[in-house]
C-alpha cells in the first residue's frame, strides 16, 4: 500500500526528480514553498525514508588583530631582519633589538632562529642566511587580498604553515558554517513518481500539531571534560604547548626538586598517597641529584636522604611534570602547560576531593616579571569569561613572590580564591640548570567548573545526577 503524502512532500519529491544534490534554499525556490515548509517536509520525508540528508562545514579564515599588523608591517622575524639590514653592520645587541621591537621582540627572536636568518653570540644578534617569503607570510597574503570574502581553509595548501599561523595570538579568526544538502532515494524515487500521477491535491495525511513528542536525552560530554577542553583551547591560542606526564612521581621531583623539605608536613602519610613498598630505581641525572641535595643541606641545614627521594607517589600536582620538563631540555624561552588528575589525601568536603583536576602552566624568558604573570592570568581569566580578578600577595614553597589570584562570584556576592602563581626561587631553578626566571601558576579546573555551573559543592561534578547533566547546556 503506498504512503500518503502531505502537499509539500509532493512539491519536493517533484522538484528532486529534477534536481539532486540541493540545499533547503533551493528546494524553496524550486517549489514556491517557504523555507519553514520545506524544513517540514524534508523532516517528514527524511523519516519515511525518501530523501536523505548530507551535512557538510566550511571553515572561514578572516585576518585578525595581529594578522593586520603582520600585513602592514611584517611577522615579528621581518620585522627583525629588516632591522637588521637597515643597520650597516647587520648586527645589534639584544637589548637594542627589544627596545625598537617591543612587545614583538620574543617572538621575533624564536622564529627568526627557527628560519635560520640569525644567530646570537655574546649577547649579540647576526644576521644570516637568506630572507625569502615564507609560508605564513604568503598565507597572511593570500588571505588578504580576498578580503572582504573569507577564504575556507580548503583554499589553503600548506596546512603546517596554517597551523603555525593559528598558534599566534590573534592572527587569524575562524567560522564555520554548516551546509544540508538534500537527495533523494530510491524509497523515494517511486513515491515521487506515484506523486507525479496524483493530480488530486485535497488528499493529505491528518496532522495533529498539539501531540506531545518523545523527550529526547541525546548523547553529549560531560560538562567538566567541557570546562578541560575549554581550558585547554585557551592556553594553545595564547601559544603554549601541552605537557603530559605520568600520575606516579618519585618524590624527588614532586617534592625535592621544588625546594620542600624532606621533613616538610605535606610530605607526611596523611597528605601523600605513597605507592607501598614501592622505589623508583632510578630517579635523575648524578648531577641533578648532587645539586639539590646539596641545596638542601645549605637551605635547610639538614640531613638529605636519597633513600626518600625514591619513594613513589600519586603525583600531589603536575609541577613535577613541568619542573622535569625545564630541567631535561634547558629552554631559553619556553611557554608550557599541563592538564592532569592530581591526589591529595585529604577529608571530602563540599570544596576539597582526593582526586581532581589541576591546570598548571610557566612561562621561561630571560626578561619575564611578575607583571607579565599578572598580565597572562588576566588574559585568561578573560577568554574563560570572568570579569572581575585581582591578586592578592601569598606564602608558597617554591615560589617567590607569590600571588594569590582572586575572582569575584557574583551570585555570592564575594571575592573567592581560584589560582597560585609566583617565580620559581633560585634554589628550585639554579640546581637543575635553569638560567632564566620562571613564571609558575596552577590550580584546580574543578574550582572553575563550580563557578561556570554556579554550584555550590564540588561533589555534584561526580554524582551523576542526570537531572543535571541533562540541564547544563553546551553553550554558555
Known sequence: MSQVLHPIEQKILRALLEKQNVTPDDLSEMTQ???????????WLKFKDLVQINESEKSFIKLGEGGRTALEKGLPERQLVNYLKSIPVSSCEMNQAKEHLKNEFSPAIANAKKNKWIEIYENRILLKGYHDATAEERIIKLIASKDPVAITTDDIEDKEALDLLKKRPKFLNFTSTKYSTVNITEKGIGAAQNA?????????????V?????????????????VIDEVREI?????????????????????????????????EMQD?????????????????INQVSKIHKDGWHSDWKLDAAKKMVLRTHTTCVTIKELADKQYEEARLFSIGRVYRNEKVSYKHLVEFNQVEGVVVGKNVTLRDLMGLQMEFYRKMGIKKAKFWPTF???????????????????WVELFGMGIFRPE??????????????????????????????????????????RSVPKCQ
Not at 514553498?33 to 523532516?43: K, N, T
Not at 601523600?272 to 641533578?288: E, G, M, N, R, V
Not at 607569590?402 to 557574583?410: D, K, P
Not at 628550585?428 to 559543592?457: C, F, N, Q, S
Open 235 to 267: 592556553f594553545v591560542s595564547l601559544g603554549f604547548s601541552e605537557l603530559v606526564g605520568n600520575s606516579t612521581q618519585s618524590s624527588f621531583w614532586n617534592f625535592d626538586a621544588l625546594f620542600i623539605p624532606q621533613d616538610h608536613p605535606a610530605r
Open 272 to 288: 601523600t598517597f605513597y605507592l607501598k613498598d614501592t622505589s623508583a630505581k632510578s630517579i635523575a641525572k648524578p648531577k641533578q
Open 428 to 469: 628550585v631553578t639554579k640546581p637543575l640548570g635553569i638560567k632564566h626566571p620562571v613564571l609558575a601558576w596552577g590550580g584546580g579546573i574543578e574550582r572553575i567548573a563550580m563557578l561556570k555551573y554556579g554550584l555550590d559543592d564540588v561533589r555534584e561534578l561526580y554524582n551523576n545526577k542526570f537531572s543535571w547533566l
Open 210 to 226: 498539539e501531540a506531545p513528542v518523545p523527550m529526547a536525552f541525546v548523547a553529549k560530554s560531560h560538562p567538566l571534560a567541557d
Open 396 to 414: 608558597f614553597p617554591y615560589t617567590e613572590p607569590s600571588l594569590q589570584s582572586m575572582i569575584y562570584n557574583e551570585r555570592l556576592g564575594k
Open 196 to 208: 507525479a500521477q496524483t493530480t488530486d491535491d485535497s488528499v493529505t495525511r491528518a496532522i495533529d
Open 33 to 43: 514553498l517557504s523555507i519553514d515548509q520545506v524544513r517540514r517536509g524534508i523532516e
